[in-house]
C-alpha cells in the first residue's frame, strides 16, 4: 500500500493532500491535523487504516503544509473562513459522505464543520482538541502569537521540534522531525500564517459552541485523548462523552498532547473497533 500525494484546485486556493492508494468501497476518513503539524502526522495511522481496507485522506489546512499559503487580504484565516474553505476542498475531493478524524488547535474548526453539515458527516473521532469551555492556547504556542517575539519565533524551523516534543512528552524520530518541519524551512510564509492562525482561533467563542454542539450531536462518535496531555483537560472530555451516549470515550493513559506521534498503532486499532462497533 502506498500513500500518494498531490494538490488539489478548491475555489480560489490550492490544497496538499496525503491519500491511501487502495481500492474499498467503504465510506472514507478524511484526517484534519492540528498546529504546527501537517498532514504527514496522520501517515502511520493511515497505513493501519488501509492494511483494514479502510481509504483515507489527510490535507494541509490552508497556511500550513505544503498548502497555499494565503494573504490576509485574500482570506482571513478566522475559525468560520477556515470551515467555508474546508467546505469548498471537500466539494473539490468528491466526499459526499466521510467519517472526520481531528486532532490539535486548528482540528476545532473541524469539529464545528461536523456540527454545521451533519448530512456529510457519518461518525467523528476527535483526540486531543479544545472541544471545551476554558480551553486555552498552552504558552508554548500563544507567545508564537505575540508582536515581535512571535515574528522571530515562528521563522525558527525548530519551533516544531520543540512544540510537538513537548506536546507529546516523547522524543520525535529524527525521519519524522525532517518531514514535518520542511515546509519551515521552503517558505517563511509558513511562519507568517501560523502567527496569524494562532492570533485568530477565538478559542473562548468557538469551545462553547463546541462543546454545547456535542452534547446534541446525534452522530457516532469516538474521543481518543491522551490523558497526560497538560495543555487539553482529560476530564473536560470525559464530561462530553458522559453527556451524550453516541460519543464513545477511550483514554490513552500514558499520551499526551499529539498521540498520533506514538501511539498510532493503538488509535488505528481503537477506530476499526468504533466502526465495527457503530458503522460497519
Not at 6 to 19: N, S, V
Not at 55 to 78: E, H, I, N
Not at 124 to 142: E, H, Q, R, V
Amino acid at each position: 500500500m502506498s500513500i500518494k500525494t498531490d494538490k488539489i484546485q478548491a475555489d480560489k486556493f490550492k490544497w496538499f493532500y496525503r491519500q491511501t492508494e487502495i481500492e474499498s468501497e467503504r465510506t472514507p476518513v478524511l484526517f484534519l491535523h492540528g498546529l504546527p503539524s501537517h498532514s504527514y502526522t496522520w501517515e502511520k495511522v493511515m497505513s493501519l487504516l488501509a492494511d483494514e481496507n479502510i481509504p483515507s485522506t489527510a490535507v494541509d489546512w490552508l497556511g500550513c503544509g505544503f498548502s497555499d499559503m494565503p494573504k490576509q487580504r485574500d482570506f482571513a484565516y478566522t475559525p468560520e473562513a477556515f470551515s467555508t474553505e474546508l467546505g469548498n476542498l471537500i466539494a473539490a475531493l468528491k466526499l459526499e459522505k466521510f467519517y472526520l478524524v481531528v486532532q490539535g488547535f486548528l482540528g476545532s474548526v473541524g469539529v464545528q464543520y461536523a456540527l454545521d453539515n451533519p448530512e456529510q458527516v457519518e461518525g467523528l473521532i476527535i483526540l486531543n482538541t479544545p472541544i471545551t469551555s476554558g480551553a486555552k492556547l498552552p504558552w508554548l504556542m500563544k507567545q508564537l502569537s505575540l508582536p515581535f517575539i512571535g515574528d522571530m519565533m515562528t521563522q525558527d524551523p525548530l519551533l516544531v521540534d520543540r512544540t510537538i516534543e513537548k506536546g507529546s512528552g516523547f522524543v520525535v524520530e529524527d525521519r519524522d522531525l525532517d518531514r514535518l518541519r520542511k515546509p519551515f524551512l521552503q517558505s517563511s510564509a509558513v511562519g507568517r500564517s501560523l502567527m496569524t492562525i494562532l492570533k485568530k482561533l477565538d478559542l473562548d467563542r468557538i469551545t462553547q459552541d463546541i462543546e454545547t454542539g456535542l452534547k446534541h450531536w446525534s452522530k457516532p462518535s469516538l474521543i481518543i485523548w491522551g490523558a497526560k496531555d497538560s495543555w487539553l483537560s482529560v476530564d473536560g472530555a470525559k464530561k462530553i462523552a458522559d453527556s451524550n451516549p453516541e460519543i464513545d470515550f477511550i483514554e490513552l493513559a500514558d499520551a499526551k498532547h499529539y498521540p498520533q506521534e506514538h501511539w498510532a498503532s493503538d488509535i488505528s486499532q481503537e477506530i476499526v473497533q468504533f466502526f465495527r462497533r457503530k458503522v460497519f
